[in-house]
């Protein structure tokens, strides 16, 4: 592996997917593809640093199932996967979670998710006026019972 400073000079994949990068520092691999006319740009299919900022990281040179010699970046663990195969589940796997752990966590979160709209429900339902407040009661007050009484008793 050769020690390097690059700089990303692509925001944006290629058409075939890869990066471009200026060696600023250190010398490449051997056999590493160079280009540009000062032969200080590197391809790459990973996405490496920040635009146009200084960025240190070990280069080497790998093969693919095909056969084909390719270039690759090493920061760290987790960034050491080229584009098409860097998406969660990847990285997941590769830091000790297996599929059984990685559907858990799914599940946990849809479940999280669930949990939110029901709050959610909740508070609408308690901010809704309510129906019965401003109407008058459709009873009646209940009639205490009346004693006749008659007209001769009242004098």
Not at 10 to 18: D, E, K
Not at 67 to 83: A, H, M, P, R
Request: aromatic letters at 6%; proline letters at 5%.
């Amino acid at each position: 592996m050769a020690k390097l400073t690059i700089i990303r000079l692509s925001q944006s994949p290629n058409q075939y997917g890869s990066f471009s990068y200026r060696v600023t520092e250190g010398t490449p691999e051997k056999n590493t593809k160079l280009y540009g006319e000062n032969d200080d740009i590197i391809y790459c299919n990973q996405k490496i640093g920040l635009w146009n900022n200084p960025t240190e990281v070990e280069q080497f040179l790998g093969k693919s199932k095909s056969g084909k010699t390719y270039t690759g970046f090493s920061v760290d663990k987790e960034l050491n996967n080229f584009q098409q195969r860097g998406h969660t589940a990847t990285l997941a796997v590769k830091s000790g979670l297996n599929t059984e752990k990685i559907e858990m966590l799914q599940m946990l979160a849809l479940l999280d998710e669930q949990e939110l709209k029901v709050m959610v429900m909740q508070k609408q339902l308690k901010s809704l006026p309510n129906p019965t407040a401003n109407q008058r009661k459709a009873v009646s007050p209940p009639m205490e019972d009346a004693e006749i009484v008659s007209d001769e008793t009242v004098q």
